[in-house]
T-cell receptor, first 115, second 115 residues
Framework: AQTVTQSQPEMSVQEAETVTLSCTYD???????LFWYKQPPSRQMILVIR??????QNATENRFSVNFQKAAKSFSLKISDSQLGDAAMYFC????????????FGTGTRLTIIP | DARVTQTPRHKVTEMGQEVTMRCQPI?????VFWYRQTMMQGLELLAY????????DSGMPKDRFSAEMPDATLATLKIQPSEPRDSAVYFC?????????????FGPGTRLTVL
């Protein structure tokens, strides 16, 4: 079974600075998808960014980018120019490209933005 | 802007009562998921459907939980009888999977409290 580990329960960053959230995963599969979801206090789960394992190029979405290291099974999220609205829980998630299509989530990292 | 909708947003009930949660997936999406979020277990899959057919319900306590899709625009999750340990946030998510896209879009969740 796949597992996802987020080793940083909490992180904080000064507004306008850059922060990196860590995520590692364990799988024996070669094809899969990785996601970062954001959950603000409203509880809504919002997709931040996604990465297909077969793509070597790291995904980017505006101020959000990932560092995908397939051999190391690492998938970190970098947030540039942090804004107050970025404050939330961030969840890393794995989805197999075979069989069950459920998302397997990490335990989350709570990000605080310091004004 | 297409969204997954869930009703009710909040539900407080007493132990032993029946609870029904409803989800309207994004129009055209072929796959619907039910997830549960608790402090202890995090986010975990309860069940999911493709084209209204159940594919996996191994995450559900079968004796009290049931999930159905009466039609393509409605998914339901029922708990009967409810217990205090069922208190959690229940998310519905939908996606257009196995068609080259793979992203799951989440609804706002139903916060259930069983007294």
């Amino acid at each position: 079974a796949q597992t996802v580990t987020q080793s940083q329960p909490e992180m904080s960053v000064q507004e306008a600075e850059t922060v990196t959230l860590s995520c590692t995963y364990d799988t024996s599969e070669s094809d899969y998808y990785l996601f970062w979801y954001k959950q603000p206090p409203s509880r809504q789960m919002i997709l931040v960014i996604r990465q297909e394992a077969y793509k070597q190029q790291n995904a980017t979405e505006n101020r959000f980018s990932v560092n995908f290291q397939k051999a190391a099974k690492s998938f970190s999220l970098k947030i540039s120019d942090s804004q107050l609205g970025d404050a939330a829980m961030y969840f890393c998630a794995y989805r197999s490209d075979f069989g069950n299509e459920k998302l397997t989530f990490g335990t989350g990292t709570r990000l605080t933005i310091i004004p | 802007d297409a969204r997954v909708t869930q009703t009710p947003r909040h539900k407080v009930t007493e132990m032993g009562q029946e609870v029904t949660m409803r989800c309207q997936p994004i129009l055209g999406h072929n796959t619907v998921f039910w997830y549960r979020q608790t402090m202890m277990q995090g986010l975990e899959l309860l069940a999911y459907f493709r084209n209204r057919a159940p594919l996996d319900d191994s995450g559900m306590p079968k004796d009290r939980f049931s999930a159905e899709m009466p039609d393509a625009t409605l998914a339901t999750l029922k708990i009967q009888p409810s217990e205090p340990r069922d208190s959690a946030v229940y998310f519905c998510a939908s996606g257009l999977l196995r068609t080259g896209t793979d992203t799951q879009y989440f609804g706002p969740g139903t916060r259930l409290t069983v007294l």
